[in-house]
């Protein structure tokens, strides 16, 4: 046994007011933090208030910010938290509200998710054979990658900052569940579905991959934002800044090998959109930035043949990559 020192965030839910309070534990290294929270309840203060079910990493009921990351307790073991930082920090979740202790309001996270209809659309004209299977081909089932394994913990939800200053973006499980839907060829409402989220909601991912760190399941839902971009782009276009900043970045690139910031603004946002961005211009050449363009780099063609390689469309049709590019499994 170990004597552990634990600060846990306590909030009695009627004050709003927080506190830590600190309680030490003997416990195995080689134990789950949950089982340390549920000693404390125990033993030392029956009040504190938190979420567990299962302890297989099933549910995903017990996700809380363990110094500062968040994470399933019931997976997460006191030994490594403890050796790396001394003590043991528990707080609730971010970008959801505090309803006691531990616990929070996910009324926000599920919003979200339900806003992407989490189902099988279908085409009322054509419906499914009742009694019989609908198959899929291996390759196509590769394209949902690993989003069936998302349990709802909301661990990316919480670690996600672009949830906390955007209440448009819907956060990277409800992104990563729409795609997994978008790609299924059993599903009718492909257009329909990247168009709900060709506009802000989809392109206010910051892209620092926290979600893909919190992921106790490596649902990886950052990178299903990227496939979503790219399929929105392909299908859609870019009819917003979003999209436009994006597609323009690429080309940009793509010409010269570098840069050119001030084509990069007026193909994204206009000439008459560039006008609202004039002091910011001005303030970045104060601080030593230019913004003049660069001569193109030495080895442009091979920056361009990467361009070639990487720009095969999508085969939207089928809804799955051809043989051998980006099929898992396929030939090479």
Known sequence: MTQVPFEILRNDGKSGQSHFQSFVVDVEENQAILTALLKIRSEQDPSLAMRYSCRQAICGSCAMRVNGKSRLVCTTMVGPEFRAHGKIRIEPMLN??????????????????????????????????????TRMSPEQVEQFYETPR?????????????VGSDPEFLGPMALAKLYRFTVDPRDTAYHQRLQS????????????????????????????????K????????????GSRHAQKFLTNIED????????????????????????????MM?????????????????????????????????????????????EQ
């Not at 760190?213 to 979503?228: G, M, N, Q, S, Y």
């Not at 442009?300 to 051998?324: H, M, T």
Request: with cysteine; proline share 8%.
């Open 96 to 133: 959801q509200m505090v309803v006691r202790d531990l616990v929070v309001d996910q009324t926000p996270f599920w919003d979200r998710y339900n806003a992407v209809q989490p189902f099988l659309i279908h085409d009322p004209s054509h419906p499914m054979p009742e009694g019989k299977e």
């Open 150 to 162: 998302c349990i709802a913990c909301a661990a990316c939800y919480s670690a996600c900052p672009a």
């Open 197 to 228: 989220v060709q506009n802000q909601k989809l392109w206010l991912c910051l892209r620092c991959n926290l979600c893909v760190e919190a992921c106790p399941k490596d649902v990886r839902p950052a990178e299903r934002i990227v496939d979503l």
């Open 230 to 241: 790219r399929l929105a782009v392909q299908e859609i276009g870019t009819p917003e800044h």
């Open 256 to 283: 010269g090998g570098v840069l050119n910031e001030t084509k990069l603004a007026r193909e994204t946002l206009g000439l008459f959109g560039m006008l609202g961005q004039v002091g910011k211009g001005i303030s």
């Open 286 to 330: 104060r601080h030593g930035k230019s913004l003049k363009k660069h001569p193109p780099i030495q080895g442009v063609s091979e920056v361009k043949a990467i361009y070639a390689d990487l720009n095969q469309p999508e085969d939207l049709k089928g809804r799955q990559r051809p043989a051998g590019k980006g099929v898992k499994g396929g």
